[in-house]
């Protein structure tokens, strides 16, 4: 009998899968209950804010901190001569905790102040003087290329932070004997992950050195480590503990390290702890959106439309930072090979320094910038040959068995049944008078096998609790995608227990098995897999010690342990059995996935991920030929993520990635003038609202991975991918036209159908 | 400003505070009574997060000066879930439905979502699909495409209805 009679929620089936969502915060969400990290509140906590630079490029001069310290209840002032400024970064150490000498961009972290409330940070940040020399800036990628470009940062000469030339096939062959080769430029902008909740943390260090950030992460392990270093601290002093997300989408891989490192050092200068959270306003112009782009691309094909080989020249514009935008142009520039068979490919890909807002990382990684400007050339040449765009992807698309262009072992792959079930629930055959069609393609990796090579798949610990519950430690993280309801099935089903005796025990560096995190569509995958591996391992332990305890064999099938001569065992007999003869231990199954190696090379050819999913979309479009208005009647999202096994949370990832490649195609991208982001607030950047999502079916094809925990595969980041390719090409099919530069609104569209222009 | 004696009614129950009028009931809420459920999202009154109701009809709370509320009803995300508990469920029929129907992901925006359309249902108990997603146009959700969202409300409703749901402490009129 419980100590507090309470009514138990009457949980109904879903009324499109077999479970509900099992997020273990499900109810504190509900309720209000659940805490963020702008909920945190520590006894003695100290308020953080931070002094920016007001130029897009500036030599620093002069520091004088005097006033701040004057400010009643300020109790620290940090510049970059008080602290060790250790240089940091993810792929190129380019940035420092406060900017020294050299202001980047507006918004470039010059000061930190601690206080006792926010009203007093405030205005000690006001009472600080700088003087600052303004240097020349450069907004333009292309401008930072030229040879009399300022440079932004000294050791970088021709402000490239990363490039890359790559070769496969015979790309210059191929184009001379081509029949046709049809060629466009494109480009996409910078777009901001905007998760609903503004990033916020709380940094507590102690006398012993040790310290503690609260902040929720993707990867808060990579993190940790991140952190230890630039602050020079040994990695076990360091403990990130999570309080609940409020969304991440790419942008909490790493969140705002400036954010963490500046609270941190406050606390440590304090002994404090020290809150620091970013307005809405900073989200826009210090946080990390991901790097636009400017592709141009050719195409050469047979006359009967086989692909022969692709070039493109990609630029992307980098900002003043760099954190993961050299992986995510990577990305960008290399996946959309893969969805084809395309034999021959050339490209040269640079990322270049602006002094603007740095970039880092958003769901789908820059493949679904890509996948807008090559699906909408495969379409410029379905018109040119005159073939229907569904048959030439068809008669070109990647299949099961494919060793792909750059070498990609596509074990399972139903895209050719994604194709043709997308193009018949739209009405590709059956068109409605007025409407424009359109379809595209994508693929994704799931479970990076290369973002370090070494460290390529995920473990997890179950454990058997006194009372006969079973405990998962994972260090994968939920963020209301699904993860967790999809461990608790993966582990119920092969223990053969009901999903309520499992719990999940999450969100602490300190205690939960080090993870690579919650991205690269790596949490099912890989992350489930460790999860069934542990609930194994947890099985094989529980039938030993009872086994022992009986004197007798026992197995433990459908969700019973029983001895051989029928006798039933209770799971709590046995973990106290276990528990009392070895005074204390308990009943603990760890499990690790580790994928087989990559053979994947220097120049980037080989295998890059456990496994790919699959995507074709389908979208149905009404443009008004008078002002170009669009509309957007209905995508049907057709998937191969393998066996679903949590379908709520599948439905969950299709409709809110669905929208978000709608926000992608027709809404949003940042606006800048001359290095402000001119467009910094929800009312400017527009999101899509209630109003604005169309209709959106979807399909499963559940056809069996190999490698998967059941045959599953990823879905929360192709889910993305092929949406505003397939829109815009909906578009051009409406029009005539084509808007070669996202977001597609309806003035681009009438220039462009009016006026043949196309400069956003 | 000077602080003044403002008094009103929180969930349900008489309140007094001495207070700067001109403070966001956003903070006020948050930093004076500690009722976190009501969330920041952007202090504009672009996203809909930190929406309330006052005297029945939904705010965004960032919005309305602290001195506004003097005299006025002010109901949050708190006072929907006492309500559920006062009649011996475990949440309110509204809440239950968002869970069942896959409409909480990473929740930030939820609070504000069941406040607008608890307000919806208390005008309208029987809403259309289109008047569900006029309801929540002015909440921001990042995470479902606002299509289950749509689907709890619509089956809130049914179950509002069957149960004889009433209300008696919002404020509504």
């Given at each position: 009998?419980?100590?507090?009679?309470?009514?138990?929620?009457?949980?109904?089936?879903?009324?499109?899968?077999?479970?509900?969502?099992?997020?273990?915060?499900?109810w504190?969400?509900?309720?209000?209950?659940?805490?963020?990290?702008?909920?945190?509140?520590?006894?003695?906590?100290?308020?953080?804010k931070?002094?920016?630079?007001?130029?897009?490029?500036?030599?620093?001069?002069?520091?004088?901190?005097?006033?701040?310290?004057?400010?009643?209840?300020?109790?620290?002032?940090?510049?970059?001569?008080?602290?060790?400024?250790?240089?940091?970064?993810?792929?190129?150490?380019?940035?420092?905790?406060?900017?020294?000498?050299?202001?980047?961009?507006i918004?470039?972290?010059?000061?930190?102040?601690?206080?006792v409330?926010?009203?007093?940070?405030?205005?000690?940040?006001?009472?600080?003087?700088?003087?600052?020399?303004?240097?020349?800036?450069?907004?333009?990628?292309?401008?930072?290329?030229?040879?009399?470009?300022?440079?932004?940062?000294?050791?970088?000469?021709?402000?490239?932070?990363?490039?890359?030339?790559?070769?496969?096939?015979?790309?210059?062959?191929?184009?001379?004997?081509?029949?046709?080769?049809?060629?466009?430029?494109?480009?996409?902008?910078?777009?901001?992950?905007?998760?609903?909740?503004?990033?916020?943390?709380?940094?507590?260090?102690?006398?012993?050195?040790?310290?503690?950030?609260?902040?929720?992460?993707?990867?808060?392990?990579v993190?940790?480590?991140?952190?230890?270093?630039?602050l020079?601290?040994?990695?076990?002093?360091?403990?990130?503990?999570?309080?609940?997300?409020?969304?991440?989408?790419?942008?909490?891989?790493?969140?705002?390290?400036?954010?963490?490192?500046?609270?941190?050092?406050?606390?440590?200068?304090?002994?404090?702890?020290?809150?620091?959270?970013?307005?809405?306003?900073?989200?826009?112009?210090?946080?990390?959106?991901?790097?636009?782009?400017?592709?141009?691309v050719?195409?050469?094909?047979?006359?009967?439309?086989?692909?022969?080989?692709?070039?493109?020249?990609?630029?992307?514009?980098?900002?003043?930072?760099?954190?993961?935008?050299?992986?995510?142009?990577?990305?960008?520039?290399?996946r959309?090979?893969?969805?084809?068979?395309?034999p021959?490919?050339?490209?040269?890909?640079?990322?270049?320094?602006?002094?603007?807002?740095?970039?880092?990382?958003?769901?789908?990684?820059?493949?679904?910038?890509?996948?807008?400007?090559?699906?909408?050339?495969?379409?410029?040449?379905?018109?040119?040959?005159?073939?229907?765009?569904?048959?030439?992807?068809?008669?070109?698309?990647?299949?099961?068995?494919?060793?792909?262009?750059h070498?990609l072992?596509?074990?399972?792959?139903?895209?050719?049944?994604?194709?043709?079930?997308?193009?018949?629930?739209?009405?590709?055959?059956?068109?409605?008078?007025?409407?424009?069609?359109?379809?595209?393609?994508?693929?994704?990796?799931?479970?990076?096998?290369v973002?370090?090579?070494?460290?390529?798949?995920?473990s997890?610990?179950?454990?058997?609790?006194?009372?006969?519950?079973?405990?998962?430690?994972?260090?994968?993280?939920?963020?209301?995608?699904?993860?967790?309801?999809?461990?608790?099935?993966?582990?119920?089903?092969?223990?053969?227990?009901?999903?309520?005796?499992?719990?999940?025990?999450?969100?602490?560096?300190?205690?939960?098995?080090?993870?690579?995190?919650?991205?690269a569509?790596?949490?099912?995958?890989?992350?489930?897999?460790?999860?069934?591996?542990?609930?194994?391992?947890?099985?094989?332990?529980?039938?030993?010690?009872?086994?022992?305890?009986?004197?007798?064999?026992?197995?433990?099938?459908?969700?019973?342990?029983?001895?051989?001569?029928?006798?039933?065992?209770?799971?709590?007999?046995?973990?106290?059995?276990?528990?009392?003869?070895?005074?204390?231990?308990?009943?603990?199954?760890?499990?690790?996935?580790?994928?087989?190696?990559?053979?994947?090379?220097?120049?980037?050819?080989?295998?890059?991920?456990?496994?790919?999913?699959?995507?074709?979309?389908?979208?149905?479009?009404?443009?008004?030929?008078?002002?170009?208005?669009?509309?957007?009647?209905?995508?049907?999202?057709?998937?191969?993520?393998g066996?679903?096994?949590?379908?709520?949370?599948?439905?969950?990832?299709?409709?809110?990635?669905?929208?978000?490649?709608?926000?992608?195609?027709?809404?949003?991208?940042?606006?800048?003038?001359?290095?402000?982001?001119?467009?910094?607030?929800?009312?400017?950047?527009?999101?899509?609202?209630?109003?604005?999502?169309?209709?959106?079916?979807?399909?499963?094809?559940?056809?069996?991975?190999?490698?998967?925990?059941?045959?599953?595969?990823?879905l929360?980041?192709?889910?993305?991918?092929?949406?505003?390719?397939?829109?815009?090409?909906?578009?051009?099919?409406?029009?005539?036209?084509?808007?070669?530069?996202?977001?597609?609104?309806?003035?681009?569209?009438?220039?462009?159908?009016?006026?043949?222009?196309?400069?956003? | 400003?000077?602080?003044?004696?403002?008094?009103?009614?929180?969930?349900?129950?008489?309140?007094?505070?001495?207070?700067?009028?001109?403070?966001?009931?956003?903070?006020?809420?948050?930093?004076r009574?500690?009722?976190?459920?009501?969330?920041?999202?952007?202090?504009?009154?672009?996203?809909?997060?930190?929406?309330?109701?006052?005297?029945?009809?939904?705010?965004?709370?960032?919005?309305?000066?602290?001195?506004?509320?003097?005299?006025?009803?002010?109901?949050?995300i708190?006072?929907?879930?006492?309500?559920?508990?006062?009649?011996?469920?475990?949440?309110?029929?509204?809440?239950?439905?968002?869970?069942?129907?896959?409409?909480?992901?990473?929740?930030?925006c939820?609070?504000?979502?069941?406040?607008?359309?608890?307000?919806?249902?208390?005008?309208?108990?029987?809403?259309?699909?289109?008047?569900?997603?006029?309801?929540?146009?002015?909440?921001?959700?990042?995470c479902?495409?606002?299509?289950?969202?749509?689907?709890?409300?619509?089956?809130?409703?049914?179950r509002?209805?069957?149960?004889?749901?009433?209300?008696?402490?919002?404020?509504?009129?």
């Open positions: 009998m419980p100590a507090i009679k309470k009514a138990e929620p009457v949980i109904r089936k879903g009324r499109s899968g077999s479970a509900v969502n099992q997020d273990p915060d499900v504190a969400k509900i309720t209000g209950k659940a805490v963020y990290g702008t909920d945190l509140y520590f006894p003695g906590m100290l308020y953080g931070i002094l920016r630079s007001p130029h897009p490029h500036a030599r620093i001069k002069r520091i004088d901190t005097a006033g701040a310290y004057a400010v009643p209840g300020v109790r620290s002032v940090l510049t970059a001569g008080d602290i060790s400024n250790k240089s940091y970064g993810i792929v190129v150490e380019d940035e420092q905790p406060l900017a020294h000498n050299r202001a980047r961009y918004g470039d972290e010059v000061a930190a102040v601690a206080a409330d926010e009203e007093s940070a405030s205005k000690a940040l006001e009472a600080i003087k700088i003087e600052y020399e303004p240097l020349p800036a450069i907004f333009d990628p292309t401008e930072a290329l030229l040879d009399e470009a300022v440079q932004i940062h000294n050791n970088c000469p021709g402000n490239i932070a990363w490039e890359r030339d790559m070769e496969r096939g015979e790309p210059e062959r191929a184009f001379a004997g081509a029949d046709l080769v049809v060629e466009n430029e494109f480009s996409i902008p910078s777009v901001h992950p905007t998760y609903l909740e503004p990033i916020a943390c709380v940094a507590v260090s102690d006398y012993m050195e040790n310290l503690t950030i609260y902040t929720a992460l993707q990867s808060p392990d993190v940790r480590e991140i952190i230890a270093e630039a020079e601290l040994p990695l076990s002093k360091v403990r990130i503990i999570g309080p609940v997300m409020g969304g991440g989408f790419g942008g909490r891989v790493y969140g705002n390290l400036k954010l963490y490192l500046l609270s941190s050092l406050l606390s440590m200068h304090t002994g404090s702890s020290v809150k620091m959270r970013l307005t809405r306003e900073e989200e826009f112009t210090v946080g990390r959106p991901m790097i636009a782009a400017r592709m141009k050719r195409m050469a094909l047979r006359r009967d439309g086989t692909f022969l080989a692709r070039e493109s020249d990609i630029i992307t514009d980098n900002g003043a930072y760099s954190a993961q935008a050299p992986w995510v142009s990577k990305t960008l520039s290399e959309n090979d893969s969805v084809y068979r395309i021959n490919i050339k490209t040269r890909a640079r990322l270049v320094y602006t002094n603007k807002v740095p970039t880092a990382q958003y769901r789908g990684y820059g493949n679904q910038a890509a996948n807008f400007a090559y699906e909408s050339l495969i379409d410029q040449a379905a018109q040119k040959l005159s073939l229907d765009p569904l048959h030439l992807r068809l008669k070109n698309c990647t299949r099961a068995g494919d060793v792909t262009v070498g072992d596509i074990k399972s792959c139903a895209l050719s049944e994604c194709l043709q079930k997308a193009a018949e629930k739209v009405g590709w055959n059956n068109r409605k008078e007025g409407c424009g069609y359109g379809i595209s393609a994508g693929i994704h990796a799931s479970g990076s096998l973002a370090n090579k070494d460290f390529r798949g995920a997890a610990r179950a454990v058997l609790e006194l009372d006969g519950r079973m405990t998962v430690y994972t260090g994968e993280q939920e963020y209301g995608q699904g993860a967790y309801g999809a461990f608790v099935q993966i582990a119920a089903r092969t223990l053969g227990l009901e999903p309520q005796l499992l719990t999940i025990y999450c969100r602490d560096t300190l205690v939960t098995p080090y993870s690579q995190g919650a991205l569509n790596r949490q099912t995958t890989i992350g489930g897999r460790a999860v069934q591996l542990a609930a194994e391992e947890l099985k094989k332990l529980i039938e030993e010690a009872a086994s022992e305890m009986t004197g007798e064999p026992v197995k433990m099938i459908g969700g019973s342990l029983a001895a051989v001569s029928g006798k039933l065992i209770r799971f709590d007999e046995v973990a106290r059995y276990h528990h009392h003869r070895t005074s204390g231990l308990t009943l603990a199954g760890e499990g690790c996935y580790v994928p087989p190696p990559s053979k994947y090379d220097e120049t980037s050819y080989g295998n890059i991920s456990v496994t790919y999913s699959f995507a074709a979309h389908a979208a149905e479009v009404k443009v008004d030929r008078e002002t170009g208005a669009l509309t957007v009647h209905r995508i049907v999202a057709v998937h191969d993520s066996h679903i096994v949590n379908p709520p949370g599948a439905r969950g990832q299709i409709y809110g990635g669905v929208t978000q490649g709608l926000g992608f195609g027709c809404y949003e991208g940042y606006v800048f003038d001359r290095g402000k982001v001119a467009n910094s607030s929800l009312a400017d950047y527009r999101i899509p609202t209630a109003l604005d999502v169309p209709r959106i079916d979807y399909h499963f094809i559940e056809i069996n991975d190999p490698e998967g925990p059941f045959g599953a595969k990823g929360g980041e192709v889910v993305q991918v092929p949406v505003p390719g397939a829109i815009a090409n909906a578009v051009a099919d409406a029009t005539g036209v084509r808007v070669t530069n996202l977001p597609i609104t309806a003035e681009k569209i009438y220039r462009t159908m009016f006026k043949g222009e196309c400069d956003g | 400003m000077k602080e003044q004696v403002i008094a009103f009614e929180l969930n349900g129950e008489k309140v007094e505070t001495y207070t700067d009028p001109a403070l966001s009931l956003l903070h006020l809420l948050r930093s009574f500690n009722l976190l459920g009501t969330k920041e999202g952007c202090g504009r009154g672009e996203c809909g997060a930190c929406t309330v109701l006052v005297d029945g009809r939904a705010v965004n709370s960032c919005l309305v000066p602290a001195g506004k509320v003097r005299g006025r009803k002010v109901y949050t708190e006072g929907v879930t006492a309500e559920g508990l006062l009649r011996g469920a475990k949440v309110h029929p509204l809440q239950e439905a968002f869970v069942e129907s896959g409409a909480v992901q990473c929740g930030f939820t609070p504000g979502m069941v406040m607008s359309t608890y307000a919806l249902l208390n005008d309208n108990p029987s809403p259309s699909p289109e008047e569900v997603r006029e309801a929540i146009s002015g909440n921001l959700c990042r479902s495409g606002y299509k289950q969202i749509e689907e709890a409300v619509l089956e809130a409703a049914q509002l209805k069957a149960q004889d749901w009433q209300d008696r402490n919002s404020g509504k009129t």
